[in-house]
């Protein structure tokens, strides 16, 4: 009879760290990988994702003319050895880049185990251009003077936005995206997505009208 009631209080103490009152151990608590994907992001800073090596030949020329009057008669006459040629090859790097310096989590958009990236508006830039001197082609006639320090400076910078005007036909918008997303995906992979759930994107499909807008002029000043 002792043995018996020994059982039952054991029973009765079973059952009582089994009910309801009984505090069990927290769940791990869930971390939420936006604000530390958001910071790694902001690390890339200015991602340049595209880069093109162009070749361009400026060309120029002119005539000397003598306009004026003459009896009442208006004239305009083009004066024999009195014109100018230029051919001036030029070489340049043209670069697309992503600035990441304003990227926050606006750009992050996150459903389940699903994620999507909204790249900032990429940039194109000249990043340089040098004439190859030794290979400029004139032809002075002998009734004008040479080109000008001032001019050959002026056509360069000619030659420089005739290389952005050609920004549509390159495809470096498209160029950058893929590169951009390249880099971002093993990133987004080390923390936990899988690759087939992750999308990058720009925040619409850019037109060549969209291009001057994409454009970083302050290249031209140079």
């Given at each position: 009879?002792?043995?018996?009631?020994?059982?039952?209080l054991?029973?009765?103490?079973t059952l009582?760290?089994?009910?309801?009152?009984?505090t069990?151990?927290?769940?791990?608590?869930q971390?939420?990988?936006i604000?530390?994907?958001?910071?790694?992001?902001?690390?890339?800073?200015r991602?340049?994702s595209?880069?093109y090596?162009?070749?361009?030949?400026?060309?120029?020329?002119?005539?000397?003319?003598l306009r004026?009057s003459?009896?009442?008669?208006?004239?305009?006459?083009?004066?024999p050895?009195?014109?100018?040629?230029?051919?001036?090859?030029m070489?340049a790097?043209?670069?697309?880049?992503?600035?990441?310096?304003?990227?926050?989590?606006?750009?992050?958009?996150?459903?389940?185990?699903?994620?999507?990236?909204?790249?900032p508006d990429?940039?194109?830039?000249?990043?340089s251009?040098?004439?190859?001197?030794?290979e400029?082609?004139k032809?002075?006639?002998l009734?004008?003077?040479?080109?000008?320090?001032a001019?050959?400076?002026?056509?360069?910078?000619?030659?420089?936005?005739?290389i952005?005007?050609?920004?549509?036909?390159?495809?470096?918008?498209?160029?950058?995206?893929?590169?951009?997303?390249?880099?971002?995906?093993?990133?987004?992979?080390n923390?936990?997505?899988?690759?087939?759930?992750?999308?990058?994107?720009f925040?619409?499909?850019?037109?060549?009208?969209?291009?001057?807008?994409l454009?970083?002029?302050?290249?031209?000043?140079?």
């Amino acid at each position: 009879m002792k043995n018996l009631a020994i059982a039952l209080l054991l029973l009765l103490a079973t059952l009582a760290s089994c009910s309801d009152g009984s505090t069990a151990p927290p769940a791990p608590e869930q971390v939420d990988t936006i604000p530390m994907l958001v910071t790694q992001i902001k690390k890339c800073a200015r991602l340049y994702s595209a880069e093109y090596q162009l070749h361009k030949i400026v060309t120029h020329e002119d005539q000397m003319k003598l306009r004026g009057s003459f009896m009442a008669k208006e004239f305009n006459i083009t004066l024999p050895l009195g014109d100018r040629k230029i051919a001036i090859p030029m070489d340049a790097t043209l670069k697309a880049y992503v600035d990441f310096s304003t990227f926050s989590d606006k750009n992050v958009h996150r459903r389940g185990k699903k994620i999507e990236i909204t790249l900032p508006d990429p940039k194109v830039e000249l990043t340089s251009s040098k004439i190859n001197h030794a290979e400029i082609k004139k032809q002075v006639s002998l009734l004008r003077t040479s080109f000008s320090d001032a001019e050959m400076a002026n056509y360069e910078k000619q030659g420089r936005a005739a290389i952005l005007n050609d920004v549509p036909k390159l495809g470096i918008i498209e160029m950058a995206r893929a590169n951009a997303a390249n880099t971002l995906i093993p990133m987004l992979v080390n923390m936990g997505f899988q690759e087939a759930d992750i999308t990058i994107t720009f925040r619409k499909q850019f037109s060549n009208s969209d291009l001057p807008k994409l454009l970083d002029t302050k290249s031209l000043a140079r």
